[in-house]
């Protein structure tokens, strides 16, 4: 698999791919690793989870650099990323001490419960966050004492090799954490099939999911997605236009949109609507679409010159109102762009576009906003802008969404659940409830009947 830099499309690795006998037998050495990942004493796992975030912490710049040239992610980006890796992982290096069950009242003896890992986990990484999505899948995994297996996407293994190579530095057992580049149809697909592979952790398209989730129905494989998005930015009367307009920008061209939480619908309240654009304008075209690995890009190239053809694809027929700029030449350039949308029938306004393409739309009153960023298919994330404390609360409850924001845009923090309602994923990954997911509780009664 040849590996291109998006902002050049210079050739930057070659990796070998994986084939169907390999990932067998990795997987293979993976349940193998198991047995004795699991009964390592769980101070003495906690310890290496720490060293492992400790090596990643070391390499923070070189991780960051090799996404920049993988991925065209802007450098600050990829450093937060890579930081990302080493956060969650500290934070679950606290869970083995900590993963308790209980002791329940019965009679007749004593009953107690505990959370047993599950055997080999297997994580489907996509190409748009390649660190943080693989730290989310595979550090509670083996906190919780699970040997992983992981495929990074295709385009982007690059990072994830090396995440590999740190865990082996910092002393894990080899077996316990493997990552197997290759297709999705190869190594993905027989995560889903090998029955030694008792969770898939699918992070992707909802097109996939769907597929991964059938599959693994077969064996009754447990399983956890986080698909796509179409969140909404609700934008009324009574916010702070300034802020919401200048904020607006980074809440959707970030990562060049090739963001799951990404807010490519705004809607706002029709009386500012006119007012709001006025000040989205200048934020858009001010939005600086650079080389990525320059200190003051806010946005670099798309992933692929066919990511970049279906985003523009989407603009073609569409009404622009305006966009910012991007540079010429060679690489997955496209410009951040606002399109006027003229229904909630627009494609562009249903679809997920997956790139810097931003649909804007009028509502009248909160209750027409709050139906109209419901209609859809997909529930992950979103953010509202009020200066009524109250109506920020109405709102939250009313949006079916995982993850929602007021006056701000953030999603994720590793201490909190991250994850989608509606089509937009399965399960929640981060946060103190990921473990459990890693694990299934066993009850066990012990008889003091003499
Ligand atoms: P994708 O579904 O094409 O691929 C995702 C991963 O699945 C890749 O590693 C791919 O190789 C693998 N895969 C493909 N077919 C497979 C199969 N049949 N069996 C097993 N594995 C298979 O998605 P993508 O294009 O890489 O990523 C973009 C999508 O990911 C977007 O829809 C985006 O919204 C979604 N996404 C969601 C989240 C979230 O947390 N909800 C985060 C990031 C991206």
Redesign the pocket.
Known sequence: MQVINPATEEVVASVEATSLDETDAAIGRAAKAFTSWRALAPGDRARLLRRFAGLVDQHVDELAGLEVRNSGHTIGNARWEAGNVRDVLDYYAGAPERLTGRQIPVPGGLDVTFHEPLGVVGV??????PMP?AGWGFAPALAAGNAVVL????LTPLTAIRLGELALEAGIPEGVFTVLPG???VV??RF?THPAVRKVC???????GK??MAGCADQVKRVTL????KSANLVFADADLEAAAAAAPGGVFDNAGQD?CARSRILVQSSVYERFLELLEPAVREFRVADPADESAQMGPLISARQRDGVAAYVDGAEVAFRGSCPDGRGFWYPPTVLAARSTADRAWRE?I?GPVVSVLAFSDEAEAVAMANDTEYG?SGSIWTRDVSRAIRVARGVEAGNLSVNSHSSVRYWTPFG?MKQ??LGRELGPDALASFTDVKNVFISTTP
């Open positions: 489907i990484v996509p190409w748009n966050f999505i495929k990074p996407a295709e297709k999705g149809s993905g697909q889903v699918f992070t992707g398209s909802t097109e996939v597929q991964i986080e698909l796509g998005g799951c997920e997956f992950l989608g937009s994923g």
